[in-house]
């Protein structure tokens, strides 16, 4: 797997507004947001999708969801938001370095587009 964009701004050779930083995640705005809060929670380690994801990744996504959490209530949003994975061109996955979505204060549908 090569360096994706989110590489690089994990290695900050690339700017981002980071949010949240730890040793295993980083939480960042997205630069092309659908919502008035739109967040990318990644992982530090190299994982290209969810579908790649091994045994020894759980405790790894374990906490990128507690992450979000945090983030949230920090933002005050933990009562209305949405994380979203898009995994594989198909499903419309453009950077291929594990994301997961959070957004917020917006309106919701269900079933998603
Ligand atoms: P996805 O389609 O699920 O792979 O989402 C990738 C998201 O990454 C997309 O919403 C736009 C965002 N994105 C792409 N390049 C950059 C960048 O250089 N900086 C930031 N902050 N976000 C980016």
Redesign the pocket.
Known sequence: MGDT??QK?IDKE?P??IIYEDDKSLV?????P?APT?L?IIPKKQIEKISDAQKEDQDLLGHLFLVAGEVARQLGIQDAFRL?V?NGAGA????FHL?I?LIAERDFSWPPG
Do not use: E, G, M, R
């Open positions: 964009i989110f701004i690339l981002a507004d960042f705005k997205d630069i092309n659908v739109h990318l979203v898009n419309q996955q453009t950077v994301h979505h």
